[in-house]
């Protein structure tokens, strides 16, 4: 992951030696040679994935391409504002190391759990989440598009909000192979641990603006960027209102900077008429020009 980007670009390289650099580890060969278990433990994930966007994100940078406005998926947030300027992208990297420990270290293991439910009528999905509940945490997790919503909470209250989810006409509700329930009210704990760490890091203005997981809105200034980030702990990510938002700004266009092309795929359930490209390979940059 980001090797070929490395190899190719002496300014993406220069980024995986500030990640090993700050981490004190060799973060660079765990993304390019693995082993692939080592790579997904959260802790390592998490600053893995904010690496490898950076460097692709600096890679257009430096050819002249310039955002009119970021949003990140969860985790790519802490991207995003190292793109708009507000985070230092050692500080970042930092960040979400600790991130992915307090995530991982909030829930036991085998206590929460996420599932995905496709195709469940909007208008059906609070009913869903309350009847599952029976006095544990289910909630939205990521509100991705209109066909696709992920779930997490109490495993037990997550494998009955599949069942119900499915007889109310979801096409699919199904558990994912994820470590910790994101995004709920059970990541309450890392929440707070994450606190003074955020405390402690400079944030700076935006050099533009940023929509954001848990508000959907537009921020622009440094208090908003950190509260943000400590908001979207245990609060859904409202990708589907973050995009629509743009869209109602007259965005026609929209990069997904980084390995893989899930938010493309998700744009074209949200707003057809928006161009979605990606940027996370050398060979990218052609289908751009």
Known sequence: MGKALAEQYPAA???????DDALGFALSRLCFEGPEEQLRLTENTQPALVTVSTAAYTVLRDAGWKPDYVAGHSLGEYSALVAAGSLRFQDAVRLVRKRGRYMQTAVPEGVGAMAALLKLPPEKLDGVLEQAAQGEVVGAANLNSVDQVAIAGHTAAVQRAI????????????????????????????QERLRADLEAIEFRDLTCPLVN?????????????????????PNAVRWLDSMRYLAGQGVTRAIEVGPGTVLVGLLRGIDPPMQGLSFGEPGDFEKLI
Do not use: T
Request: net charge positive; with cysteine; proline share 5%.
């Open 13 to 19: 390289r220069q980024i995986f030696e500030r990640a």
């Open 213 to 233: 997981n848990w508000q959907a809105r537009e921020i622009r200034y440094a208090a908003e960027a950190r509260e943000g980030l400590y908001q979207q702990v």
């Open 163 to 190: 069942g119900l989810a499915k007889a109310a006409g979801a096409r699919r509700a199904v558990l994912l192979p994820v470590s910790a329930p994101f995004h709920c009210a059970l990541m309450k704990p890392a």
